[in-house]
């Protein structure tokens, strides 16, 4: 490693040999200036106050030069500081390129190897259909309401005019929830077998007049097959407010029913039962397929069943304290996946639950 000699001659002939060795070590050490460090030890080693090389050439080259000497050794020691200011900026630039050419060779990323492609989602079909049918009703003034999928016995059957033993209980075979006998029958949960408890829950809250709409899941013990599931989807309304008659029911549903299939659909109406509805209809709409010509989907017959309806009979008015001569009002109800399977032409119910990606992926 480079050393500043002593000088005894300090002819121009010697003082030049001097120069030159140094100026030639001085150049070795800036191109080994590769990063901070070392362009920092570099830096310290020639420019130090205390004892750099070039406070060295100094002490041992101008102080220690005779009289008339002096001159010459300084207008070269002056020299050799400008060289060396100028190869230590230098080096600094290059350590400074170097290493930030080494942490890009450290970061480089493969951009030849293939990326995890990761597919979009898309709303399921049932859901699909069911923000259809909530958005007709919006549209049409009624606000959405929920409630709980496990409910009393209470809110799914006694409050909506199904007396315990009543043979309309048989018509939803229904989950209850294990270990309750020690309760009273009108406290035991159960799996809710329609959404009707929420008008029920919504008439407890609300003072009429009552435009709702129930979208949601219920559950009953059925046995999986083509056309039936242990879980569906339902959306009902209820609508109470003075003076609501039969013909309210028949132009709200006929209106969503022409919103939903066009313009040229035709409902019909056709006595049923429910308990807690008085009058029941059963509604079918003309066959949006083929026109009421008879195709598929409506076997033939022109017409297709989506809807239970009715006037709210008054017994139901009674668990709400609602007067029910003053008030009169008309619900209904419809099941989703039935809308959906008719709307996409799916032949078997199950599909929408077997999370089939082949399948879900046509609705993509
Ligand atoms: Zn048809």
Same mark, same amino acid.
């Given at each position: 490693?480079?050393?500043?000699?002593?000088?005894?001659?300090?002819?121009?002939?010697?003082?030049?040999?001097?120069?030159?060795?140094?100026?030639?070590?001085?150049?070795?050490?800036?191109?080994?200036?590769?990063?901070?460090?070392?362009?920092?030890?570099?830096?310290n080693?020639?420019?130090?106050?205390?004892?750099?090389?070039?406070?060295?050439?100094?002490?041992?080259?101008?102080?220690?030069?005779?009289?008339?000497?002096?001159?010459?050794?300084?207008?070269?020691v002056?020299?050799?500081r400008?060289f060396?200011?100028?190869?230590?900026?230098?080096?600094?630039?290059?350590?400074s390129?170097?290493?930030?050419?080494?942490k890009?060779?450290?970061?480089?990323?493969?951009i *030849? #190897?293939? $990326?995890?492609?990761?597919p979009?989602?898309? +709303?399921?079909?049932?859901?699909?259909?069911?923000?259809?049918? %909530?958005?007709?009703?919006?549209?049409?003034?009624?606000?959405?309401?929920?409630?709980?999928?496990v409910?009393?016995?209470?809110?799914?059957?006694?409050?909506?005019?199904?007396?315990?033993?009543?043979?309309?209980?048989?018509?939803?075979?229904?989950?209850?929830?294990?270990?309750?006998?020690?309760?009273?029958?009108?406290d035991?949960l159960?799996?809710r077998t329609?959404?009707?408890?929420?008008?029920?829950?919504?008439?407890?809250?609300l003072?009429?007049?009552?435009?709702?709409?129930?979208?949601g899941?219920?559950?009953?013990?059925?046995?999986?097959?083509?056309?039936?599931?242990?879980?569906?989807?339902q959306?009902?309304?209820?609508?109470v407010?003075?003076?609501?008659?039969?013909?309210?029911?028949?132009?709200?549903?006929?209106?969503?029913?022409? *919103? #939903?299939? $066009?313009?040229e659909?035709?409902?019909?109406? +056709?006595?049923?039962?429910?308990p807690?509805?008085?009058?029941? %209809?059963?509604?079918?709409?003309?066959?949006?397929?083929?026109g009421?010509?008879?195709?598929?989907?409506?076997?033939?017959?022109?017409?297709i069943?989506l809807?239970?309806?009715?006037?709210?009979?008054?017994?139901v008015?009674?668990?709400?304290?609602?007067?029910?001569k003053?008030?009169?009002?008309?619900?209904?109800?419809?099941?989703v996946?039935?809308?959906?399977?008719?709307?996409?032409?799916?032949?078997?119910?199950?599909?929408?639950f077997?999370?089939d990606?082949?399948?879900?992926?046509q609705?993509a």
């Open positions: 490693m480079y050393t500043v000699p002593k000088l005894e001659d300090f002819s121009p002939a010697s003082l030049e040999a001097a120069t030159a060795e140094l100026h030639g070590a001085l150049e070795a050490e800036a191109l080994a200036a590769v990063d901070t460090k070392t362009f920092e030890d570099f830096r080693r020639w420019m130090s106050r205390k004892n750099g090389l070039l406070t060295q050439v100094n002490d041992l080259w101008l102080k220690a030069a005779p009289g008339p000497a002096k001159r010459d050794v300084g207008r070269i002056n020299a050799i400008q060396v200011e100028v190869l230590v900026s230098n080096a600094e630039q290059q350590a390129r170097l290493a930030l050419g080494a890009l060779r450290s970061e480089t990323i493969d *030849s #190897l293939p $990326g995890i492609e990761r979009l989602g898309v +709303r399921h079909p049932v859901l699909r259909t069911l923000d259809e049918l %909530v958005s007709v009703f919006v549209k049409m003034g009624y606000s959405i309401a929920e409630g709980p999928e409910e009393s016995d209470y809110y799914n059957f006694e409050a909506l005019n199904f007396p315990p033993n009543h043979p309309a209980r048989d018509t939803q075979d229904t989950l209850f929830i294990a270990n309750q006998e020690q309760r009273a029958q009108r035991r159960l799996l329609h959404t009707s408890p929420v008008q029920i829950r919504t008439m407890e809250k003072a009429p007049p009552v435009r709702v709409i129930c979208p899941k219920v559950h009953r013990n059925d046995a999986p097959d083509a056309t039936h599931s242990p879980v569906f989807h959306l009902e309304g209820l609508c407010d003075t003076n609501i008659t039969f013909g309210d029911l028949k132009g709200t549903l006929d209106h969503a029913m022409k *919103s #939903l299939f $066009g313009s659909v035709k409902t019909s109406f +056709r006595p049923s039962f429910f807690f509805t008085e009058p029941s %209809v059963e509604v079918s709409i003309s066959c949006p397929f083929c009421g010509k008879g195709c598929r989907p409506c076997k033939q017959s022109g017409w069943e809807l239970g309806a009715g006037m709210v009979d008054p017994n008015f009674g668990f709400v304290d609602y007067d029910p003053k008030l009169s009002g008309f619900a209904f109800g419809m099941g996946e039935r809308l959906t399977m008719m709307n996409y032409n799916v032949d078997d119910i199950q599909q929408f077997y999370g990606m082949r399948f879900l992926e609705f």
